[in-house]
């Protein structure tokens, strides 16, 4: 609002000049005169004391408050002791009082959310898209300054559909939140099965092909066994259903806590005393860390059993 100050050869009676305009939108939780109106005085100190009169809350969103300028007369009366031959009024007879609102544009929510979106997939994924499945409406919001945060996402893995939340703040104080919807499609090299693998069966490194393959599919129910070209499974494992040819492999699809599989050579250590001796045996059991399976040396018709000290690692203490 304009203020000035009158010079010292204004009419004596009239000690303001209150020009009331026809609207008035604010911004502050609480009004004060000098937000609605422009004032003009001769008096420094009365003009410091209008501009600070208060007048309430400001309005809610969307529903105007008509103020006249009788009311305001007695108010100011009240409030400073002004009568009514020292204010002269201009302007309107009344003042309706908005709050100030600023508009959140759907189209701006869901450029920030696809890009904050295309960065979340880039480090999941080799090769994505996304698409809005609708365009949120625009909003008109009882702030000012209004400025727009992508929250974070909160899965683990890409989703056929997923929902970004974009929310509204005006001074750190969070007034709108809108929720933006993708179908999202999201490629990576997995490994498959190169043919048919029965439960049970050890994984082996012909056992698998690689493929890009969309991991928002239904096929896709739990995050790669391998990382993409990877030709080797570590620590060993064995499936635990039937796997068609063609299928992806997923963690829901192994046991990967076997240390041993039954049927691999893996290394024997005997220790004795100060004594070790390292050799290579057949695995007759599958084998946690720490379980004794039992083994046999190439040739020999008997079994031994052995300790389990790691990925293809057995030990015998004498």
Same mark, same amino acid.
């Given at each position: 609002m304009a203020l000035s100050v009158l010079d010292a050869g204004a009419a004596a009676p009239v000690r303001v000049v209150i020009e009331m305009p026809v609207f008035a939108s604010v911004s502050k939780p609480h009004i004060c005169l000098g937000d609605i109106v422009s004032l003009t005085t001769k008096d420094l100190p009365l003009l410091r004391r209008l501009m600070a009169v208060p007048l309430g809350s400001a309005p809610r969103g969307g529903v105007p408050v008509i103020l006249g300028r009788e009311a305001l007369t007695r108010w100011l009366r009240s409030q400073t002791g002004l009568s009514v031959q020292e204010i002269e009024w201009r302007g309107a007879h009344s003042l309706e009082i908005r709050a100030a609102t600023q508009e959140l544009d759907g189209k701006r929510a869901v450029s920030l959310a696809a890009d904050h979106l295309k960065e979340w997939l880039s480090g999941r994924s080799e090769h994505a898209t996304v698409e809005p499945v609708a365009i949120p409406a625009n909003v008109q919001l009882v702030a000012t300054d209004v400025v727009l945060k992508v929250r974070p996402q909160t899965g683990v893995r890409p989703e056929r559909r997923m929902v970004v939340w974009v929310d509204a703040y005006t001074n750190e104080k969070l007034v709108r939140s809108v929720p933006v919807t993708f179908e999202v499609h999201a490629w990576k090299v997995m490994p498959v099965a190169a043919r048919n /693998?029965? %439960?049970? &069966?050890? /994984?082996? %490194?012909? &056992?698998?092909?690689?493929?890009d393959t969309d991991m928002t599919a239904g096929m896709v129910s739990g995050a790669a066994l391998l990382p993409s070209g990877s030709g080797d499974a570590s620590p060993p494992t064995r499936l635990r259903r039937w796997i068609r040819a063609g299928e992806v492999l997923t963690e829901s699809s192994i046991n990967r806590d076997l240390a041993v599989l039954r049927g691999d050579w893996v290394g024997l250590r005997v220790r004795s005393g100060d004594i070790a001796l390292q050799s290579q045996v057949e695995a007759l059991q599958d084998g946690r860390v720490g379980q004794w399976i039992r083994v046999r040396m190439h040739g020999a018709s008997a079994s031994a059993l052995a300790r389990v000290a790691g990925p293809s690692s057995v030990e015998i203490l004498q």
């Open positions: /693998l029965e %439960p049970g &069966a050890g /994984l082996t %490194p012909d &056992a698998l092909t690689y493929r």
